[in-house]
């Protein structure tokens, strides 16, 4: 079974449209991450978050909130997207305490009208 | 800026070939490297890893080799399969840092039957 799931897997929107991508982990790990993947970038971290409550910016976080109500579930909100935030979008979780992996969702493919 | 380089872009290598990626970094407070390994449609899988007070690391055909003075790292993959297909993803963990990776951009590797 999956441990990190992502929904949607694929999404379209309208630029200035409000949208919001979910994660949900069974890994009962206490990060967890957002990454957009872009040809020739790798991952590029946008938020993450150390527990539920918590959420801390990422190297590019411009444009970009996030929520973390539960341990379980961390979601990504554009507020008003737009075409540059045409991306696929990776959510993952970690231990944390010193435990350095990562363990990575499916993805969603996001693209801004 | 902290960063991970990996080199060469892309590469094709024949079945039963050796395949060697790159990766160098800059910032020394790194000290744990893990490797994920990604299929297209597919989030990145942990391959592989190594510490710094290592200076290889070997797993069935992927190993690691560390240069902790030159700051440089690579991944081979001996006995190359079609299978192994993917793009491959060299990462670095900061002392500094708690829990957060910085990603190179990938090398694109085709096994050719």
């Known amino acids: 079974e999956a441990a990190v799931t992502q929904s949607p897997r694929n999404k379209v929107a309208v630029t200035g449209g409000k949208v919001t991508l979910s994660c949900n982990q069974t890994n009962n790990h206490n990060n967890m991450y957002w990454y957009r993947q872009d040809t020739g970038h790798g991952l590029r971290l946008i938020h993450y978050?150390?527990?539920?409550?918590?959420?801390e910016k990422g190297d590019i976080p411009d444009g970009y909130k996030a929520s973390r109500p539960s341990q379980e579930n961390f979601s990504l909100i554009l507020e008003l997207a737009t075409p540059s935030q045409t991306s696929v979008y990776f959510c993952a979780s970690g231990a944390g305490l010193g435990g350095y992996e990562q363990y990575f969702g499916p993805g969603t493919r996001l693209t801004v009208l | 800026q902290q960063q991970v380089r990996q080199s060469p872009q892309s590469l094709t290598v024949w079945e039963g070939e050796t395949a060697i990626l790159n990766c160098s970094y800059e910032?020394?407070?790194?000290?744990?490297f893990p490797w994920y390994q990604q299929f297209p449609g597919e989030g990145p899988a942990l391959l592989i890893s190594i510490s710094s007070v290592s200076d290889k690391k070997e797993d069935g055909r992927f190993t690691i080799f560390f240069n902790k003075r030159e700051k440089k790292l690579s991944l081979h993959i001996t006995d190359s399969q079609p299978g192994d297909s993917a793009t491959y993803f060299c990462?670095?963990?900061?002392?500094?840092?708690?829990?957060?990776?910085?990603f190179g951009q990938g090398t694109s590797l085709s096994v050719v039957p």
């Open positions: 990462a670095a963990h900061a002392s500094s840092s708690f829990s957060k990776l910085v």
């Open positions: 910032d020394s407070t790194f000290n744990y």
């Open positions: 978050s150390y527990g539920a409550g918590s959420t």
